[in-house]
């Protein structure tokens, strides 16, 4: 009777200890699950709870010094780096720096010192380094020891994406010149009219000034044609233009880029419009040695070319102080128009609230 009972005990044990791990997976799974979603849904703070909610399950589930585990740090550290500068005074939110340090001493465990698998944990280190400020030695000690790494490996691929990648990252000194060889390695492998050969080359122009980075886009968009994954591609490329072409009083070209974006439908729903400019307003003189503040709601149309007409005021505070200058304003915004079914066209009542505030 009594072996009867120890059996029965163990067996009862190994059920709960079953039970107690399917839970921990399947909580793992739905977090993991939400991180995915909330990512493709471009919700970054949503995002990053999940992930590191992830992480913690994850760790539990596979143990510290697991593959798995390394990625979801990896995935933790990334999504900290993509959140906007001013959450990071939010308690919830964790500075990414140590996250990422993390990653890269999980990853050398697992891979060592030189590995090419280490170059996405370096990069995402050096990424929250220089969102956070923090030691540019160290910035620069990180990206030299990725390029060492990078340089070391024959996979062209490998090592035409880190140059990409490390060029985008914002304050780089090299910056530029990492770009053209990314751009070198992407055309001599994949040809001068790959996506990735021509999204080289428009990193390329964000650091040439604007005249040749204009000519640079156009040129980027016409080897582009239509290819479909080069959507996300174009659609920032015409946005960039209107905005030259607008500080050149251009219309023409500022419409053609307008018209040319909202066809794509990217990012936007057919049917809606989306803010490209938006002029500043000029602070009314005598309101400003007064110290006065406060703000205007106007209401508006507009065009299927994407310009503002029809402003009217709706509610002002205090009334008729900031109002001329709101309407000045809002006649020079400037939006990618509506697009249904396949044609741009004009959209009436637009609210836009203007806030003056002496900073």
Not at 97 to 109: C, F, Q
Not at 134 to 158: C, F, M, Q, W, Y
Not at 237 to 248: A, F, M, N, R, S
Not at 259 to 265: E, P, T
């Amino acid at each position: 009777m009594r072996k009867f009972v120890l059996l029965l005990v163990a067996s009862l044990v190994c059920s709960q200890t079953s039970a107690a791990e399917e839970s921990l997976k399947q909580a793992f799974e739905e977090s993991y699950s939400n991180y995915q979603a909330s990512l493709k849904g471009n919700n970054i703070g949503q995002a990053a709870e999940y992930a590191q909610q992830a992480l913690q399950l994850g760790k539990s589930l596979y143990g510290e010094d697991d593959l798995n585990t390394a990625m979801l740090t990896l995935n933790y550290a990334t999504t900290l780096t993509l959140l906007p500068r001013q959450w990071s005074t939010r308690s919830s939110f964790s500075d990414p720096t140590p996250i990422a340090r993390l990653a890269v001493l999980r990853y050398e465990g697992i891979y060592g010192n030189e590995a090419t698998e280490l170059l996405s944990p370096l990069l995402t280190l050096a990424k929250a380094l220089v969102r956070t400020g923090e030691d540019r030695k160290e910035l620069k000690s990180v990206l030299a020891r990725a390029e060492g790494i990078a340089e070391t490996t024959e996979n062209h691929e490998v090592r035409g994406n880190f140059y990409f990648d490390a060029s985008g990252i914002a304050g780089v000194r090299q910056g530029r010149k990492w770009a053209e060889i990314a751009a070198s390695i992407f055309s001599e492998q994949y040809g001068p009219d790959d996506l990735r050969t021509l999204s080289a080359r428009a990193r390329v122009g964000q650091y040439q000034k604007s005249k040749k980075q204009a000519a640079t886009y156009e040129d980027v968009i016409r080897l582009l044609g239509t290819q479909p994954d080069a959507i996300g591609l174009r659609f920032g490329l015409h946005q960039k233009l209107v905005i030259y072409y607008q500080g050149k009083k251009n219309s023409d070209k500022v419409t053609e880029h307008l018209q040319a974006a909202g066809a794509l439908n990217f990012s936007i729903k057919e049917g809606a419009y989306l803010p490209i400019s938006k002029a500043t307003p000029r602070y009314p003189r005598q309101a400003l040695s007064r110290g006065v503040t406060g703000y205007v709601i106007m209401e508006f149309n507009v065009t299927e070319i994407g310009t503002v007409e029809n402003v009217v005021v709706i509610e002002s505070k205090p009334t008729g102080v900031f109002d001329k200058s709101a309407i000045d304003a809002a006649t020079k915004f400037r939006y990618i128009p509506r697009y249904v079914d396949g044609q741009p066209v004009s959209v009436a009542g637009v609210r836009n609230r203007i806030n003056f505030d002496i900073q």
